[in-house]
T-cell receptor, first 112, second 112 residues
């Protein structure tokens, strides 16, 4: 299984830009990289996904280098409500078909 | 997400008991997934199904079984529960060809 690594935790202040990086070896050629946000006692919620280069939506940007072995989630101007755990998800193909590997998650704390 | 529901939301049981967790969805998605979440380990895939009666093992399928008899329902069974299966369990769905997954609210299972 592909190993993904993320920082365990990060602190930021309101209004700052936050960048969270995920490393993912053995990403399959056709796999996308997806990021999720999770609040306590809730299921993860989709934020953004991409294949290569840069993707931007109304809440975040995703930067993926040419080798696709890592990705960086960028949250512009964070607020207190962005305090959550952020996961990167990478699809992987193995002997059983396809597996999906979540990273261990990054706990982001936004301070006033 | 109210479109993906899980029952029960909380369950306490004893070692050796058979337990079934239910997941239902009204999103009309073909694909369904069961994940387990433990503190500090993120989410790990147990089983997934790409269509009715299609079953695929995930990263940690030992000790679990699933059933997909209808498109809208995907059930997870623990034939003989053990304490290290104490965890938070999430069901998720996705459309065919899409990577975004929609998660249910989770079931907190405690095995004594």
């Amino acid at each position: 299984l592909a190993k993904t690594t993320q920082p365990i935790s990060m602190d930021s202040y309101e209004g700052q830009e936050v960048n969270i990086t995920c490393s993912h070896n053995n990403i399959a050629t056709n796999d996308y990289i997806t990021w999720y946000q999770q609040f306590p006692s809730q299921g993860p919620r989709f934020i953004i996904q991409g294949y290569k280069t840069k993707v931007t939506n109304e809440v975040a940007s995703l930067f993926i280098p040419a080798d696709r072995k890592s990705s960086t989630l960028s949250l512009p101007r964070v607020s207190l409500s962005d305090t959550a755990v952020y996961y990167c998800l990478v699809g992987e193909r193995n002997n059983y078909g396809q597996n999906f590997v979540f990273g261990p998650g990054t706990r982001l704390s936004v301070l006033p | 997400d109210a479109d993906v529901t899980q029952t029960p939301r909380n369950r306490i049981t004893k070692t050796g008991k058979r337990i079934m967790l239910e997941c239902s969805q009204t999103k009309g998605h073909d694909r369904m997934y069961w994940y387990r979440q433990d503190p500090g380990l993120g989410l790990r895939l147990i089983y997934y199904s790409f269509d009715v009666k299609d079953i695929n093992k995930g990263e940690i399928s030992d000790g679990y079984s699933v059933s997909r008899q209808a498109q809208a329902k995907f059930s997870l069974s623990l034939e003989s529960a053990i304490p290290n299966q104490t965890a938070l369990y999430f069901c998720a769905t996705s459309e065919r060809g899409a990577n975004e997954q929609f998660f249910g609210p989770g079931t907190r299972l405690t095995v004594l």
